[in-house]
């Protein structure tokens, strides 16, 4: 039993679809060292105060502090990363599909490298379920769930009819729900979503006629899974199975050709970075709607 005292946002998710959006300002990732323009290909949340981004374009993993909105440090990586998840013990792994790798990270102090694991392909999306990482690749599309020493458990490629399942899967998202862990995967070329158990048994794909250049894609509880539609100039909110898909934010809240997003629970703070580089990353409140 929930004691009454707790107020009713601690005792319950953010119904996301029917929120209030008010936006907050934005982030600028561009660095003094920067080579080209910051393309902001992975976002994730360290904690509630810090950001971790993936500037593919200047190879970089970037800290930003999102109290004062800057870039505190950065990590120079052997090439462009391209998603990033957190892994316990203060660590991270990060994609490099241009070197077929996967670097992990330490996030404990100042970010820096650890060891890293060669595999099988261009890795593009990545997520963690249990103890293992699960892995998406472009060309030929497929999912690996794979141990961290890079021993591939199990490979996921075709649908149960023995169709392939992907064409390019390039982004990854992990949810805790009630019936235990789910693993999203967003398609680009096909802008559907597919969700799997954590043995790779399809659960159930999910499209909608106005997805277009579908991206990164994130669980927010209940449920609730927020997807970048790129193409569509949109985030929307994907919820009862894919039966319920909402717009969250579009071209009126300032957002254009969104591409990584992260969600921040305790802040109910939304991150949403673009497929253009130089863009900011957009900073967005939601809250209950009166």
Known sequence: HIPLSIPASMSSVLDIKNASVTKLPEINTSTPSDKRDSWITGLTLLHPGTLLAADYYNNTLKEIDVTTNTVTSQLLLTSGPWDITLLPGD????????EKKIQFISTKGRISCLGSISVSGECRGIGLVGYNLVVSYK????????????????????????????????????????????????DWPTNTITKLSVKGKILGTYKHKNWSDIYELTCVGEGQVLVCNSGGNTVDVVSDDGKDIVTLLDLTHGIERPRALC????????????RISGKPIWVFKL???S
Not at 91 to 98: E, H, I, K, N
Not at 263 to 274: G, K, R
């Open 91 to 98: 660590q991270a792994a990060v994609t490099l599909p241009d």
């Open 139 to 186: 060309y030929p599309g497929k999912v690996e769930i794979m141990e961290y020493t890079g021993r591939v458990i199990n490979t996921i490629t075709t649908d149960n009819s023995g169709y392939n399942l992907f064409s390019y899967p390039c982004c990854i998202t992990v949810g805790r729900e009630k019936s235990g862990e789910m693993i999203y995967v967003s």
């Open 263 to 274: 969600y921040c629970p305790s802040q109910a703070t939304l991150y949403v970075s673009s």
């Open 287 to 289: 809250s209950k709607t």
